[in-house]
Every structure is written in structure tokens, then in C-alpha cells.
């Protein structure tokens, strides 16, 4: 596949089937998080690989009762990865913020996990990138240090049903020359 095709043919996958994911795959993919750039190349991420039933339906229960379509998912994938970050380090230069958005975490974050859900669609797996649960709650459950923070949960697996593409606005929609 062109990477463009990988690209725009990864969705956010909610059902999974019965079948594990292997081993290499998954290397695979946290191969393909440790190239992820990041402010001044610190690697803030931090991944916990989750396979055991009993911790999954742990995290499942930081999830609200309704409102988030990936609960599920939570439980159904045979992998969840929760990716965490270190803070106080991207964005930051001698302890300092460095910049008007302060702390770069969520964005390198952002990074790892557009390169983790890549990576995971070009080996015909799925994820889906849930944020919406109770984050301190949910690090009790896989024990996050101090100094870290889950930032989200991602379900992995092989698809059991895919969607279409969403509408997408148009290049020229979001464009801009020279000025906004």
C-alpha cells in the first residue's frame, strides 16, 4: 500500500474479532511509535501493552455508562495500549515552559499514536483512540507514576467491521496563502 492509501483508508474500529494479535505485529507497531518525532527528541511516551481480561474490564469501568461508542472495544480487543507521557519535559527547556502552549506532551503524544495506528492499518489491524473516561481512576488501575499522565486507551485488533470515510472537507476548505 502507498502511504496515502494507508492514510486514508485507517478508521476508528469499535468491534474486533475473536483472533490475538501477534507478537511481531505488535512490535511492529511500537516499532513504528519509537520514530515518532517529539520536541527536542525526548520520547515522552510511555506504552502499557494489556492483554490480561481482568485489568481490561478494570479500565472498561473508568468509561461512562453512556456516551463513548468504544466501550466495548475496551474489553473485545485482544490488545489494549495505553499510551501515557512523561511530563514536563516536551515544551520545556531547563524546567521552564518555552512556548505559549506550554506543555508539548499531547502533541508528541499525538505523533506516537497517528504513527501507532498507522503502522497497526498497514498490518490489517484496527484501533480506535478513546480519551473519553476517567483518566485518574483508569492510572490506579495500570499504576502510572507520578509524573506521568494515561493520556488514552487504544483498543488493538483485527477488524471485525469497518466504516466508510467520513465526509472530509476539501484541501481548499482549510488552505490559506500568505496570510489566514
Known amino acids: 500500500m502507498e502511504l496515502l492509501e494507508i492514510i486514508q483508508g485507517r478508521r476508528s474500529i469499535r468491534k474486533y474479532e475473536?483472533?490475538?494479535?501477534?507478537?511481531?505485529a505488535l512490535n511492529q507497531i511500537l516499532e513504528a511509535i519509537?520514530?515518532?518525532?517529539?520536541?527536542?527528541?525526548?520520547?515522552?511516551?510511555?506504552?502499557v501493552v494489556i492483554r490480561d481480561p481482568a485489568?481490561?474490564?478494570?479500565?472498561?469501568?473508568?468509561f461512562p455508562p453512556k456516551g463513548n461508542p468504544a466501550?466495548?472495544?475496551?474489553?473485545?480487543?485482544?490488545?489494549?495500549?495505553?499510551?501515557?507521557?512523561?511530563?514536563?519535559?516536551?515544551?520545556?527547556?531547563?524546567?521552564l515552559e518555552t512556548t505559549k502552549f506550554g506543555e508539548w506532551m499531547m502533541y508528541d503524544l499525538g505523533l506516537a499514536t497517528q504513527n501507532l495506528c498507522l503502522m497497526a492499518?498497514?498490518?490489517?489491524?484496527?484501533?480506535?483512540?478513546?480519551?473519553?473516561?476517567?483518566?485518574n481512576r483508569a492510572?490506579?488501575?495500570?499504576?502510572?507514576?507520578?509524573?506521568?499522565e494515561l493520556v488514552t486507551l487504544i483498543p488493538l485488533g483485527y477488524p471485525a467491521k469497518t466504516g466508510s470515510a467520513p465526509?472530509?472537507?476539501e484541501v481548499s476548505e482549510f488552505t490559506h496563502k500568505e496570510i489566514f
Not at 18 to 24: A, T
Not at 139 to 148: A, N
Open 18 to 24: 475473536d483472533r490475538d494479535v501477534p507478537e511481531e
Open 34 to 47: 519509537r520514530w515518532a518525532p517529539s520536541w527536542t527528541n525526548c520520547q515522552c511516551w510511555e506504552v
Open 55 to 62: 485489568i481490561k474490564e478494570q479500565l472498561q469501568a473508568a
Open 71 to 95: 466501550v466495548k472495544a475496551i474489553v473485545q480487543a485482544p490488545v489494549l495500549l495505553a499510551m501515557c507521557a512523561r511530563t514536563k519535559v516536551s515544551g520545556y527547556y531547563k524546567d
Open 121 to 135: 492499518h498497514h498490518l490489517g489491524l484496527g484501533t480506535v483512540i478513546a480519551g473519553l473516561f476517567d483518566h
Open 139 to 148: 492510572r490506579e488501575v495500570i499504576r502510572v507514576p507520578e509524573g506521568y
Open 167 to 169: 465526509k472530509r472537507r
